[in-house]
């Protein structure tokens, strides 16, 4: 019986016969194809695929590399397999709003993401009730302009003993360093506000709302070492009108950031993600 239980993502300069090399070469393992999608990007020459497929049960990513090996150098690809059969590992990083981190822990629960919270990271005590209840380890993480070095330190160690695949901060209140960005480029998801025009600093809603905006939203991104403008994975925006107060714009950024977080860290942990320059290829 057949699964998707590999997923092979790729990306090279396009030319003739890249998806024929690849195909023919799973074919050569026994493997079915369940999902292939694939997208050539004008503007930079660049051709992008991912295929879901499975595989007999003798067949392992191992296999799969080594047998995939004369294609990706013949087209010079750059390639990743993963082996859905293990449950990706992640650490969420919060500060005091909560609402992004218990929407994230109720989709694992019921089983719309797939993954495994290996430990939950705050600069502040509040959502240590949370990981309790959840029996996720709780690490208070307490930084400022003095410890910030060593408090990153303490973060990286955390990740690395835990094999984090991906880190994602739900609404943590803190600016990473540039170190730690580069360091951890492509593994980290931040999920921010995001106004037309922007509002920046302290109570962006409230500015939003003493300049009349008609729409609001939020934005999930990988994080770099430049705030906020890291490659896009998912957005979603909302109406609002002039009889809104404050705090009703607060409650539907709330929901809209949940969501959009949430998204982008499903399509992350499947893999449906690839890296294009400062943007990115989200396949559906």
Known sequence: MFVPNFVLTLSCTDKPGIVAGVTSEL?????NIAESNQFWDRDTGRFFMRIAFGAPETVTKDMIERMLRPVVERFDMKTAVADEARVPRMIIM????????????YQIRVGWLRAEVAAIISNHEDARA???AENIPFHYLRVNKQNKAEQEADVLKVILDADADLVVLARYMQILSDQLST???GKVINIHHSFLPSF???KPYHQAHERGVKII????HYVTPDLDE???IEQETARVTHAMSPDDLIAVGRDIESRVLARAVKSHLENRVMLNGHKTVVFS
Do not use: M, N, Q, Y
């Open 200 to 202: 920046k600093g302290a």
């Open 230 to 232: 890291g490659p896009i």
């Open 130 to 132: 949370i990981a309790a």
């Open 27 to 31: 074919f050569g393992l026994g493997a």
């Open 217 to 220: 939203g939020a934005t999930a």
């Open 94 to 105: 919060v500060s005091r709003f909560d609402h992004a981190l218990r929407h994230l822990l």
């Open 183 to 185: 360091r951890l480029f």
